[in-house]
């Protein structure tokens, strides 16, 4: 097991409260991915082992369990994360492991996993760790292994008219490059799985827009992002001079926010998912 310090790799809670707001973000994010757990690209019944790395509470996983179930009762699961304060505590038919995705994997993980899912590492991760999560990544994966990586980075935030959508974007990125991080994810994670020679790469874009059941939801987590991410990035990059201050600005921001969603002016969500394929040779990285 190795032993991180996890105080500058993760900007919420461990608590039950935060538990809850991971399980509700992701009930919330596979209706805004079509409900499509594992990308239609990716065959199903050639899954029969799989890594959930960030997993948090392990829900993407229990719920993919459940999937693949149905068709091969002999599936193995294995969720990884900086932190084990969030694993269940009755896990079932799944494996939990702390595991920093920028540091070498055991190698009884190596080559053990057809399919390997990270999920919203935009924040915790800088510009210059991608490129060795991608070859860690690579390691764990069986030849001709699929990885399948989300995120909510700047595709959310640019070029949007909504004033709070556009603060929120000149705070992140003013925040997060001063932090050596990548706003924008998924253009990273595709630029890398390119440059590593993994195959059939693509970048997919889903938008909450696409199903109107989903406005309050997303209305009421981007005031959750406001509230947290927002405030944390306003003091740790010096944008205000204490935490008092930090939360009276994001007052005002969630409250402008409301206004504008009262007025019929709900911001959209969209989850950029990048997906591609280890060659059946493996890879030199």
């Known amino acids: 097991m190795t032993r991180i310090n996890i105080n500058d ?5 461990r608590d039950q409260q935060e538990s809850e707001r991971l399980d ?3 009930k919330l994010l596979s209706k805004i991915t079509d409900n499509t757990l594992i990308d239609p690209s990716i065959p199903p019944k050639n899954v029969l ?4 790395i960030g997993t948090g509470t392990g829900i993407w996983l229990t719920d993919v369990s459940q999937v693949l179930d149905k068709t091969n009762t002999s599936c193995y699961y294995h969720g990884f994360d900086i932190s084990a304060d969030q694993f269940p505590k009755s896990p079932g038919n799944i494996e939990f492991s ?17 399919m390997v899912h990270v999920r919203l590492l935009v924040v915790a991760l800088e510009e210059s760790d991608y490129k060795t999560a991608i070859s860690n990544i690579s390691s764990i994966l069986k030849p001709g292994g699929f990885v399948q990586w989300e995120e909510i980075d700047e595709e959310t935030y640019i070029s949007s008219p909504n004033p709070v959508i556009q603060e929120i974007y000149r705070c992140f990125s003013v925040s997060m490059k001063a932090e050596g991080k990548c706003f924008a994810a998924s253009a990273k994670v595709y630029e890398e799985c390119m440059a590593a020679g993994f195959l059939d790469a693509v970048r997919v874009e889903y938008n909450s827009d696409s199903n109107g059941d989903n406005r309050r939801e997303t209305e009421k987590r981007l005031a959750a992002i406001i509230k947290s991410l927002y405030a944390s990035f306003l003091l740790r990059s010096g944008q205000v001079v204490d935490e008092e201050a930090a939360s009276k600005r994001a007052g005002d921001l969630i409250e402008h926010h409301w206004r504008l969603c009262a007025d019929g002016q709900s911001p959209p969500v969209k989850v950029m998912r990048v997906i591609a394929r280890k060659p059946l040779d493996g890879l030199s990285l």
């Open 9 to 13: 790799k993760y900007a919420f809670g």
């Open 24 to 26: 509700a973000q992701h």
């Open 49 to 52: 082992s799989v890594a959930d």
């Open 98 to 114: 702390v595991q920093d995705i920028t540091l070498p994997f055991p190698k009884e993980h190596w080559n053990r996993y057809d």
